[in-house]
């Protein structure tokens, strides 16, 4: 491209300030690059006879090139430099080998293969010898043995909690974790040995929670800062999978603290300071804003909530949960100004307002990356983001983000070579596909929108977004067999926070250590864009269309590179079109959003005048009861928040005047905030028997957050609302039998709905099912129209109750798949002979009653 093209493309009657004309992009790194990271990725794991190998032989065959091709270069460029041309003359008409020296043909390719090879040589010396750390010492054979030992290791990583996870109908156990190097063992024979093994340490905290669990105590783990040294009395386990940068598991029993016998280096110790000023400046803020702003700033992620965790996966947006290369360059952006303006008289930006000069700025700016790199610590990935950040600057303040290409390259070829387990994480591809999308399409892309009148910051953004999705999605779909149709926007409505809140952050974390007051206020502001980042993730998660299932494969990536290559190359063609490019934005909006007027013509659901709804929430239970107008009852509310409310958003439902949670157990209960959540709630009733505890006090602390009163409920209890009266049939009032297990404490429901006769049975097995026959409450069972079978369909059930409540339609609520083998046969038979149809949500889906008498009927969805 010519200066005049590059003066027609400013859009500016003058042309261009600074024009600029990019040269070939320089793609000699490149191929290094990659052999270094693939050569890591496989022999990182590698026997040592392998890794040598191929060390030694690209060793010598790279030598042996190198020489030739170097000898034919120099010989090529004295015999190519003599005749009547000038020298000038001669560069401008030569092709681009004359630009390299003049070489012989074949020369450079010989030099370049000589590097490739001499690059595989080093990236396998480097995966051999981080290899070597996982295997050598004494780690290795204790963890064959399951042995007990006594252990001093330096911590590595911040300790974590892991997320809450459901296990059938519990929750399981949260247990804190970390990264550390054991520098020595005391085997229970008392014997000492001296190592330096990486390895996963994890806590048992089923005492002792952190604050993203409970509001209690603060667990004292959370507090060791990396380079700490502990004494733990653990069990050496195996490592889950093989090949792994860990050596085993050490799992520490028990609630007492750690003994700590070495304190942490000083500049830990100063940023502990720092992180811990921040995480007290952002106490009092609002939920999603205290727990977002720490994660943009620093990468601390422990008062993410499971739900904004699963909101942020939904859209897309999880990179601003963990510290990114667009922190590290919006904070030196903040330092020196428009990026673009930093090599010229009018640079902007705090160093030339207090008079530092252009080589001073570049020190401080190197300053300002290493306090960055220990303030957010120097994992692989902070390390991965200040290099990826550094780029995008430097991408900005030349202009040329062609040329940063071989820059992209030297990064990847220094980090895999410092930390070879990069290669093998898919966290590390997505960091350097999306920059490289930055650096490469997003230009490209940009210049097309500004061409069709798209605003030039506007243009910029949406660009960058859209690239970014698209290098980056075939890996995201990889990892969660999941498609996001509401990135691109997500993302590009989020990034218009995100430096505000960055920028903000950051004075939040320099001046708490000396100011809290002001801290305090620097965060109250950083609120409102957290907020907003958080609104955008909430709101884009909970679109009915923002998202399809994908094959979790490679086969699945590869297949949606070519549908996104079919999308980009298709909307090229629709961008010339204005009303065509209207109608699939219009219908692409229709899909994601799915009205419900609009849903229930095209799919017939929810059915009209529809009574009763199970929803299919996986193994679990979650019953809707309709009251009328958007208004219903919601009996249990599963094991995911996600699933029961994107069931209860396409049933209409945005008024509850009642929860009625059946027992506490985690396949009932876990998905209560998808209920909560963005709908007026009047109540909520459960059952006297608070078991487990922590799934009761999760409850409890669920509803006090949005102030909404819990009370108990016991049998004989009547209750009306809109077209809805129910009768409670079990748990029979105090004093009552200690019931056997949570799940007969089930409460029981008899519904009636204009006609229609339900009951609900919770999780009540064989002794509960027959006490109910026995009570005054055995008269209202029989001859139910609609029965919700207890516990999934599980083989407990008592023959006398089903043929006593003899209903005409059974609806069993269970998973694909699941490992119980819900529903049992046997019971599936019994309510057939009754003369039942039985429908079950793991082969029919969700599933919706209508009429009664005569009239009923069933439409599944």
Request: proline fraction near 8%; charged fraction near 20%.
């Amino acid at each position: 491209m010519g200066r005049r093209s590059v003066h027609a493309e400013s859009g500016n009657r003058l042309g261009a300030a600074h024009p600029r004309v990019e040269g070939p992009v320089d793609l000699r790194l490149v191929p290094p690059a990659l052999a270094v990271w693939v050569t890591a990725a496989v022999l990182v794991g590698a026997s040592p006879g392998w890794v040598t190998g191929v060390a030694m032989v690209s060793l010598v065959v790279g030598g042996a090139l190198l020489p030739a091709g170097r000898a034919d270069a120099t010989a090529g460029s004295r015999g190519d430099t003599a005749g009547p041309l000038g020298d000038s003359a001669r560069r401008r008409a030569a092709p681009v080998a004359w630009r390299r020296g003049g070489a012989r043909p074949g020369a450079w390719p010989r030099v370049s293969a000589a590097a490739v090879l001499l690059c595989v040589a080093a990236a396998a010396a480097s995966a051999g010898l981080h290899g070597a750390d996982v295997r050598r010492g004494p780690v290795p054979a204790l963890a064959k043995r399951f042995a007990h030992v006594t252990a001093d290791v330096e911590v590595t990583s911040d300790p974590r909690f892991t997320r809450p996870r459901i296990t059938g109908d519990h929750m399981a156990p949260t247990a804190l974790l970390f990264d550390a190097r054991v520098r020595r063992i005391v085997e229970a024979d008392g014997t000492v040995l001296a190592t330096r093994t990486p390895v996963l340490v994890i806590v048992d905290a089923r005492s002792r929670r952190g604050p993203a669990q409970t509001t209690g105590e603060r667990s004292p783990w959370l507090s060791l800062l990396p380079s700490t040294r502990v004494r733990v009395a653990a069990r050496v386990v195996p490592a889950l999978s093989d090949g792994g940068d860990i050596a085993a598991v050490l799992r520490v029993r028990g609630s007492a603290p750690p003994e700590v016998v070495g304190e942490p280096s000083g500049p830990q110790r100063f940023a502990g300071r720092l992180r811990e000023g921040l995480r007290e400046a952002t106490d009092g803020l609002e939920t999603d804003a205290r727990a977002l702003l720490p994660g943009l700033v620093v990468g601390d992620t422990a008062r993410v909530t499971p739900e904004l965790d699963e909101a942020f996966k939904a859209t897309d947006l999880t990179h601003l949960l963990a510290v990114s290369g667009g922190n590290f360059t919006i904070l030196l952006a903040l330092f020196i100004g428009p990026a673009g303006l930093a090599q010229r008289v009018e640079r902007r930006g705090l160093a030339p307002r207090i008079g530092v000069p252009l080589r001073a700025t570049a020190l401080l700016g190197g300053a300002i990356t290493l306090a960055f790199v220990i303030v957010c610590r120097p994992d692989p990935s902070v390390l991965r983001a200040a290099a990826c950040g550094s780029i995008a600057l430097l991408a900005i303040a030349t202009g040329r983000r062609r040329s940063l290409i071989p820059a992209l390259a030297t990064a990847v070829l220094l980090l895999v070579l410092y930390d070879p387990w990069l290669s093998r994480s898919y966290g590390f591809l997505l960091s350097v596909l999306a920059t490289g999308a930055l650096l490469t399409v997003a230009p490209r892309w940009s210049a097309a929108l500004r061409r069709r009148r798209v605003p030039p910051r506007l243009a910029e953004a949406l660009a960058a977004a859209a690239a970014a999705q698209a290098l980056c999605a075939p890996v995201v779909a990889l990892l969660s067999a999941r498609v996001s149709l509401v990135a691109v926007p997500c993302n590009l409505l989020a990034e218009f926070a995100v430096a505000p809140a960055t920028v903000l952050g950051f004075g939040t974390l320099a001046t708490a250590s000396v100011a809290i007051p002001v801290a305090k206020v620097l965060a109250w502001c950083a609120s409102w864009p957290a907020r907003w980042i958080a609104d955008i993730a909430r709101t884009g998660a909970a679109l009915p269309g923002g998202g399809v299932d994908w094959p979790g494969s490679w086969a699945g990536a590869g297949l949606l590179a070519l549908v996104t290559v079919a999308v980009v190359l298709v909307g090229r063609r629709l961008l010339r079109h204005l009303w065509l490019s209207g109608a699939c934005l219009v219908l692409f909006l229709l899909v994601v959003v799915q009205p419900p007027p609009l849903t229930r013509v095209i799919t017939g659901w929810p059915p009209p005048g529809w009574r009763f709804a199970m929803c299919d929430v996986g193994q679990g239970d979650a019953t809707v009861l309709s009251a009328g107008d958007g208004s219903a009852v919601v009996v249990d509310a599963g094991p995911d928040p996600v699933a029961v409310d994107r069931c209860l958003s396409t049933l209409g439902v945005t008024r509850i005047p009642l929860v009625v949670l059946t027992h506490f157990h985690a396949d009932h209960v876990a998905g209560l905030p998808g209920v909560l959540d963005g709908r007026s709630v009047g109540a909520i009733e459960t059952t006297g028997y608070e078991e487990p505890p922590d799934q009761a006090e999760f409850v409890r602390r669920e509803a006090a957050a949005r102030h909404i009163p819990v009370t108990r409920v016991v049998a004989g209890e009547r209750r009306r609302t809109g077209r809805l009266d129910w009768q409670v049939l079990w748990p029979p009032p105090d004093p009552a039998p200690t019931p056997d297990g949570p799940n007969d404490a089930s409460i029981a429901l008899l519904v009636r709905s204009a006609g229609l006769r339900l009951l609900l049975l919770g999780d009540l097995e064989p002794p509960a099912q027959q006490a109910l026959l026995r009570s005054p409450a055995a008269l209202e069972v029989s001859k139910v129209d609609v029965l919700k079978v207890a516990h999934h369909g599980s083989a407990y059930q008592d023959p006398e109750l089903i043929r006593r409540v003899a209903p005409r339609l059974a609806l069993i609520s269970c998973g694909r798949h699941n490992v119980y083998g819900h529903p049992a046969p046997s019971t599936v038979e019994a309510l057939r002979a009754g003369g039942a149809v039985v429908l079950r949500t793991d082969e029919d889906g969700s599933l919706a009653v209508t009429g009664a008498g005569t009239g009923l009927s069933v439409a599944g969805h």
